[in-house]
Structure formats: structure tokens, C-alpha cells
């Protein structure tokens, strides 16, 4: 399959606000939020992973086109003892299920070192799903814990979290 990741640039900012956009839509089924007033979602401080190096947004494409994104936080921007978070995980609906996903999240794995921790919203089954599948797949051990956090603009949130190590020598 043709996949491949691609690291989001200043010039791509509509594209990846505008994709931003689809993917705070699903996660209104979970988070209850709402658009604004102009039918779009508030991407809260979105655009600072196309200003700060400490973040890392990257295009999932396929046959040469963005059908999503991973975005992955580096310190300060992760919890003390933490060396990357993913952060967010989105394909269009059209391309679910059938490993698009995982192929990104490998791709992406490839070029981190360290603890790595990854979270999703506890209401959001599918995604505490397919993580779990993925670990599973890849034979990857976890450490997992739930907590509650404030998140800007939607209050009090479950979320579930998974640490890993990726050995610094691999």
C-alpha cells in the first residue's frame, strides 16, 4: 500500500486546518462539542505546530494525497519523563480500517526514540480499540493509567493513556 508520512509545512496550513476541522468534527460524538458560529470547529492553538519545533505534524498520504495526520509533541509540550506524545490520530472515514493507520503510526514510531505516550478520550472507544489492536499487533508493552484533565474549551475529560519505551540505541 502507498503510504507514506510527510512533515506539514507553513504553505500546507489550509490543508491541515481544513482537515483539523473534519477530524474535531468526529470527535464531537465524544467530546460534545460544537461549531462556532462561521460552522467551524475552534482549532484552539492548532496552528503553533507549524510555528514550534518542539512539535511535529505530519501528513498521512495516500497515492500522493492527505487523507489525515499524526501530530507529535515534544518536550515542554509532554509530561515530565515523557519524550513524545502522540497527540492526534486522523483519517478521512473512506480510508479506516484497512491499516492506513497503522502504516502512518509505524512510519512516524520509526523516527522517535524514547518514552512515548499516547492518549485518547475514554468515551472514544474506537480509538482505545484500535490502539489496543495495535499494540497487540506489534507486540508492544504498555504501561496504561486514566485520568481526568481540563482540556481548553471542553471542560472536564476522560482519558485513557499508554506509555512505551523505544530503545535510544534501536
Not at 101 to 121: D, F, Y
Amino acid at each position: 500500500m502507498d503510504i507514506e508520512i510527510a512533515k506539514i509545512t507553513k504553505d500546507q496550513a489550509d490543508t491541515f486546518l481544513n482537515l483539523y476541522n473534519l477530524y474535531l468534527y468526529d470527535l464531537s460524538e465524544f467530546t460534545c462539542e460544537d461549531p462556532k458560529d462561521d460552522g467551524k470547529f475552534d482549532p484552539t492553538n492548532t496552528y503553533l505546530y507549524l510555528e514550534r519545533e518542539e512539535l511535529h505534524p505530519f501528513f498521512v498520504m495516500y497515492l500522493g494525497k492527505p487523507i489525515g495526520f499524526i501530530l507529535v509533541c515534544s518536550p515542554p509540550f509532554v509530561p515530565e519523563g515523557i519524550d513524545f506524545t502522540i497527540q492526534e490520530l486522523f483519517l478521512l472515514r473512506k480510508y479506516r480500517g484497512n491499516q492506513i493507520a497503522s502504516l502512518g503510526i509505524e512510519k512516524v514510531l520509526n523516527l522517535l526514540k524514547g518514552k512515548v505516550s499516547i492518549g485518547q478520550l475514554v468515551e472514544n472507544k474506537p480509538a482505545v480499540r484500535f490502539w489496543k489492536k495495535y499494540y497487540e499487533e506489534h507486540n508492544i508493552d504498555y504501561f496504561e493509567e486514566q485520568e481526568t484533565i481540563e482540556i481548553d474549551g471542553l471542560g472536564l475529560q476522560k482519558v485513557i493513556s499508554q506509555t512505551f519505551e523505544i530503545p535510544k540505541n534501536s
